[in-house]
């Protein structure tokens, strides 16, 4: 649903598999899916009484799009907290998938939406995701949403989750010059902030110059204000 254009262009395919609940384009044609139900429409919109008929009608909430979204990430990524209570309640996924590998949980941090995202955590969502995608955490960061990203920290986000793309989150609040959040990283990793040598692409090192311009005005004084000046040649990243 929500890529991250800005920074990475990746590609997916969509995986077929037989589900009760995916819609289909018209009816009676099999193996297509619609890109909207009237329930993703509903929550886009914020509808709280039409979410809850027809949720109250029997329609599944967790149909799937053609990119496999469902009526949850369309709330959340919209901020819309009652439909997203009602689709919890009513057994909705929390922790689905869409086809870049977003929950909920990351659209609404994605979108800033913290009363969502909290109601997320108090259902089960998981802050940490698998290994090399884009966290929730990534996403508060890309957005510059420091209350997310606070939220998460205090929920046990993996501060050291590294995307294939992206890298860290710190890597994406630098890459942003969203400072505020990049300094309420650092100060919850503390003292053990590692510069390590890495021939990597020019976009890393742009990532990593900016880590070490960050920490050098914002946090560790001299010490890295002399790295931050060395000759660093395009090799170090944080």
């Known amino acids: 649903m929500r890529a991250n254009t800005q920074l990475t262009a990746r590609r997916h395919e969509t995986r077929g ?4 609940c ?7 044609v099999s193996g297509l899916w619609a890109d909207r139900s009237a329930l993703h429409e509903a929550c886009v919109l914020g509808r709280v009484l039409q979410v809850r008929a027809l949720i109250q009608s029997g329609l599944c909430v967790n149909m799937m799009t053609a990119d496999s979204v469902t009526p949850l990430h369309e709330a959340s990524q919209r901020g819309h ?7 919890l309640e009513a057994g909705a996924q929390v922790e689905a998938r869409n086809i870049d590998g977003s929950t909920p949980l990351c659209d609404a941090c994605s979108a800033g939406h913290l009363d969502c995202a909290k109601l ?15 966290s929730p955490l990534h996403e508060a960061c890309l957005a510059g949403s ?23 989150a710190l ?8 400072h505020d959040c990049a300094k309420v990283l650092l100060d919850a990793v503390g003292p053990n902030v590692i510069v390590i040598t890495n021939a990597a692409t020019s976009r890393c090192f742009i990532i990593g110059y900016s ?3 960050l920490l050098s005005h914002l946090l560790l004084g001299v010490m890295w204000a002399e790295i931050a000046g060395c000759d660093v040649g395009g090799d170090y990243w944080v």
């Open 146 to 168: 420091l209350e997310c990203v606070q939220l998460l920290i205090q929920a046990g986000a993996n501060l050291e989750a590294h995307d294939c793309h992206l890298g860290t």
């Open 17 to 20: 598999r037989p589900n009760p």
């Open 171 to 178: 890597h994406v609040a630098c890459y942003g010059q969203h």
């Open 81 to 87: 907290t009652m439909c997203a209570r009602l689709l």
């Open 22 to 28: 995916v819609t289909h384009a018209a009816a009676g």
């Open 211 to 213: 880590v070490l311009c």
């Open 120 to 134: 997320l955590l108090a259902h089960g969502a998981k802050v940490n995701l698998s290994i090399f995608t884009v």
